[in-house]
């Protein structure tokens, strides 16, 4: 039984480049596919990651029978759809987070991996962390006493000049014909935190607005021009 998992990649953003980089140095995973909404995203990861097989189409990776898991890096409305799918074509499934959007489509994609016998993980690196496991050992061994409160803070120093950000938002939304708002969303919506549902539409006249960012898949240099990483 071959040690070494076969990997497929759903999705080209930026979260994907992460979770490529990571299998490229890993001596347990491979990457053999990756699919995107257009041809030419697909091939430029691919050739980014040295992946062979490049897809226009999602459904091709799922499709593809050297794949044995498929990693799904799609914005979050997209999660439960594709999870589904992959376990539905018989592919060990690690979904980024939020797995879903709520809890009645998370069950979903947990009931589909039951019925077709696959393995399924939501991507919160945390419960995987070394960290996370040496902290379990102390306290489980009684070394640091009984625990009875504990405060936790999540935080990063960020530049974040939003005067040259919207510069660069604006900028782009012209470049792309849309409005900057649909740029803006369609940034948010290919970051790693489960900021979806917080963003709207948050009245029936933003909706088509919204709807709209679905549709633009930004680059990963998009992501980093955007990011002033330059």
Request: glycine share 6%; charged share 20%; with cysteine.
């Amino acid at each position: 039984m071959s040690r070494t998992l076969s990997w497929g990649v759903i999705g080209t953003g930026l979260i994907a480049g992460v979770f490529a980089n990571g299998v490229k140095q890993s001596q347990t995973g491979t990457l053999v596919a990756v699919g995107s909404r257009s041809q030419a995203a697909a091939d430029t990861f691919g050739e980014t990651w040295r992946i062979p097989h490049r897809y226009s189409r999602y459904e091709d990776v799922l499709a593809d029978q050297s794949v044995q898991a498929v990693y799904v890096a799609l914005p979050h409305p997209f999660h439960a759809e594709w999870a589904i799918k992959a376990a539905e074509a018989g592919k060990h499934v690690l979904c980024e987070q939020p797995i879903a959007l709520n809890h009645a489509e998370a069950m979903a994609i947990v009931e589909a991996a039951q019925r077709h016998d696959v393995f399924l993980m939501e991507a919160y690196m945390y419960r995987c962390h070394p960290q996370t496991a040496k902290l379990l050992e102390l306290i489980r061994s009684g070394m640091i006493g009984q625990v009875r409160v504990i405060q936790a803070t999540f935080s990063f120093q960020a530049d974040a000049h939003p005067e040259r950000r919207l510069e660069r938002v604006n900028a782009l939304a012209k470049e792309r014909g849309v409005l900057p708002l649909a740029i803006a969303l369609a940034y948010v919506l290919c970051q790693s935190f489960p900021t979806f549902p917080l963003i709207g539409p948050l009245a029936l006249a933003e909706t088509r607005t919204s709807w709209q960012a679905l549709d633009i898949e930004l680059t990963l240099e998009e992501v980093r021009w955007l990011n002033l990483d330059d």
